[in-house]
């Protein structure tokens, strides 16, 4: 897959009414149609600084769940990067999430990394 919107076909979004109400935006939650199928995903949108942002809360609860992946990708879904939950948060464990209009969250560059202390104190989204 190269593209998030391909998920479209085979896989549920989650509405964004239901992701503000969770605290889940703005990151997309991707799930399979197919119940034997457990993976849940985050799909976090590029911004035009060239960073992403990864919602805490999403993040946290969407790592209680098996076979769980965070998907990066550019405004136009092109998938950039994808790495387990667990390994992300392990990358983020000591870095302090800021605070935006839409809860927590943190910036990482394509490698799940902090792009530099700079981003951090960027303005939050």
């Known amino acids: 897959m190269r593209n998030i919107y391909e998920l479209q076909s085979d896989w549920r979004s989650m509405s964004t009414e239901a992701r503000q109400a969770k ?73 302090s999430p800021l605070v935006g209009r839409f809860g927590s969250y943190w910036w990482v560059d394509r490698d799940f990394n902090s792009p530099n202390a700079a981003a951090d104190e960027w303005a939050p989204i």
């Open 23 to 95: 605290g889940y935006y703005p990151n997309e939650i991707f799930w399979p149609k197919r119940k034997d199928d457990a993976r849940v995903i985050i799909g976090s949108r590029r911004s035009a600084r060239g960073d992403f942002a990864i919602n805490e809360t999403a993040l946290r609860r969407v790592s209680e769940l098996e076979n769980t992946e965070v998907w990066l990708a550019e405004i136009d879904g092109t998938l950039v990067n994808r790495d387990t939950t667990q390994n992300v948060l392990a990358k983020l464990a000591n870095r």
